[in-house]
């Protein structure tokens, strides 16, 4: 059974900075593609950042660019979503997702098959 969870969430200040990361058992992450997404009230599910399955390709949403950074450790089976600058409009679950592909990287929901159960990301103002 694949098992993606999701730690580091948490409430914070706007302008402060938190580190999420996805453990991952029951399957070996890489050589897949991985993404974030968050969800926040009422709102869709939307990508907030992708990266290849060898980490060298990476993609991240216009409104985080530049304030997030997605990397993975493939040797410990994790990816990681380090968030600088945060701001009130960032509050939202966030989602650890392992698609279905290697390669380089996607956006869309559909194209990941394993999801972890989200994290809280709460940014006060």
């Known amino acids: 059974q694949v098992r993606l969870v999701e730690s580091g969430g948490g409430l914070v200040q706007a302008g402060g900075s938190l580190r999420l990361s996805c453990a991952a058992s029951?399957?070996?992450?890489?050589?897949?593609?991985m993404g974030w997404f968050r969800q926040a009230p009422g709102k869709e599910r939307e990508i907030v950042a992708a990266?290849?399955?060898?980490?060298?390709?990476?993609y991240y949403a216009d409104s985080v660019k530049g304030r997030f950074i997605i990397s993975r450790d493939n040797a410990k089976n994790t990816v990681s979503l380090k968030m600088n600058s945060l701001k009130p409009e960032d509050t939202a679950v966030y989602y650890c997702a392992s698609s279905y592909y290697s390669g380089s990287f996607y956006f869309n929901s559909f194209e990941y098959r394993y999801w972890g159960q989200g994290t809280q990301v709460t940014v006060s103002s």
């Open positions: 029951g399957r070996t992450l890489s050589g897949y593609a």
């Open positions: 990266i290849g399955g060898n980490g060298s390709n990476k």
